[in-house]
C-alpha cells in the first residue's frame, strides 16, 4: 500500500517550500502539504508575539516531538495603521531579516518549509519571502484551500451562480471606496475585518446588501461563528474573520 509521501512526494534538501495549510482544519490540508510538513527538516512559520501562530497550529497534528522549527514573530502587526510609515518600515526590516535566515537554512542544504494560511499566495506573508528569495534558491509553492472558501462552504452559501462576477475587498480601504466597489459586485468576500468592522458594515448596509451578507468568523476551526451581518452588533471582528455575500445570478 502506497504511504502519503509515496503519493505526494517528500522534501528535497536546500529548498525552501512555502506551503498553504487551508484555512484552519487540518483535514483540509493538499496530500503534498501534509507530506512536506512530515519531511522537511525544518518548519517554519510567523506568529505574533505572544501567540502560537495560526499556521503552526493547524499542522499541530502532523508534526512529531524534536522537530526543528523557526519561529518569526511580527514586530508589529494591527498596533500601527498598514499604510503608517513606521509600520512599512518595521515590517519591511522583518521580512529582510527573515528571508536572510530562510536563505542561510537553504544554503545550508535544509529542506525548509514555511507555512502559510489559506493559499501562500494570497494575502500571504510568504510572498514576501518568495519575492526576494525565488530568484537566488530553489522554491516550491504548494497551494492551498483558501481561508474565504472554507468559510463559505461552512456558511453553506454557494458563492457564485452563472455569470456572477466576484470582487474581492480587504476591509481596510476606506468607507466610499469599501461602498462603490460593492455596488458594483455581484458577489463579493471582504477579508481584513478586524477593526474595521463597523465600517465594513456601513459599507454593505449603503450598497444595499446586507440582507445577504454573512459575518464567518474563524471558520473551519473548532471555534467558528457564522451569523448574519445585519444581526451583527460587535464593535470589532477578529484577524480571522470575513463578509461573504453570495450571487444571485443563474439558477437552472
Same mark, same amino acid.
Given at each position: 500500500m502506497s504511504t502519503l509521501e509515496d503519493i *505526494?512526494?517528500?522534501?528535497? *534538501?536546500? &529548498? +525552501?517550500?512555502? %506551503?498553504?495549510v487551508g484555512p484552519g482544519d487540518a483535514r483540509y490540508m493538499t496530500l503534498r502539504a501534509a507530506a512536506l510538513v512530515r519531511s522537511v527538516d525544518v518548519l517554519a512559520y510567523f506568529a505574533k508575539t505572544g501567540r502560537q501562530g495560526n499556521?503552526?497550529? %493547524?499542522?499541530?497534528?502532523?508534526?512529531?516531538?524534536?522537530r526543528r522549527e523557526l519561529r518569526f514573530e511580527y514586530p508589529v502587526t494591527d498596533e500601527i495603521p498598514s499604510g503608517h510609515p513606521d509600520y512599512e518600515a518595521q515590517i519591511a526590516a522583518f521580512y529582510r531579516q527573515?528571508?536572510? @535566515?530562510?536563505?542561510?537554512?537553504?544554503?545550508?542544504?535544509?529542506?525548509?518549509?514555511?507555512l502559510a494560511e489559506g493559499d501562500p499566495f494570497f494575502y500571504g506573508s510568504f510572498m514576501h519571502m518568495w519575492r526576494r528569495l525565488a530568484p537566488i534558491v530553489p522554491v516550491e509553492v504548494v497551494p492551498g484551500v483558501t481561508g474565504m472558501s472554507g468559510c463559505w462552504t461552512r456558511a453553506n452559501a454557494p458563492i457564485t451562480w452563472g455569470d456572477d462576477i466576484l470582487t474581492? $475587498?480587504?476591509? &481596510?480601504? !476606506?468607507? *466610499?471606496? $469599501? &461602498?462603490?466597489? +460593492?455596488? *458594483?459586485?455581484?458577489? #463579493?468576500? =471582504?477579508?481584513?475585518?478586524? /477593526?474595521?468592522?463597523?465600517?465594513?458594515?456601513?459599507? @454593505?448596509?449603503? #450598497?444595499?446588501?446586507?440582507? /445577504? #451578507? =454573512?459575518?464567518?468568523?474563524?471558520? &473551519?476551526?473548532?471555534?467558528?461563528?457564522?451569523?448574519?451581518?445585519?444581526?451583527? !452588533? !460587535?464593535?470589532?471582528?477578529?484577524?480571522?474573520?470575513?463578509? %461573504? =455575500?453570495p450571487g444571485q445570478g443563474r439558477r437552472l
Open positions: *505526494a512526494g517528500k522534501a528535497k *534538501a536546500g &529548498t +525552501l517550500y512555502g %506551503i498553504g499556521a503552526r497550529r %493547524i499542522v499541530s497534528p502532523l508534526v512529531g516531538s524534536g527573515t528571508a536572510e @535566515v530562510l536563505e542561510a537554512e537553504v544554503r545550508g542544504h535544509s529542506s525548509v518549509g514555511l474581492v $475587498l480587504p476591509g &481596510t480601504l !476606506d468607507e *466610499a471606496s $469599501l &461602498t462603490h466597489r +460593492l455596488a *458594483a459586485s455581484d458577489a #463579493a468576500v =471582504i477579508m481584513k475585518i478586524g /477593526r474595521n468592522l463597523a465600517k465594513v458594515r456601513r459599507a @454593505v448596509h449603503a #450598497a444595499g446588501l446586507i440582507e /445577504r #451578507a =454573512i459575518y464567518v468568523e474563524r471558520g &473551519t476551526m473548532p471555534d467558528e461563528r457564522i451569523v448574519p451581518l445585519a444581526e451583527m !452588533d !460587535d464593535v470589532e471582528g477578529t484577524y480571522f474573520a470575513m463578509v %461573504i =455575500i
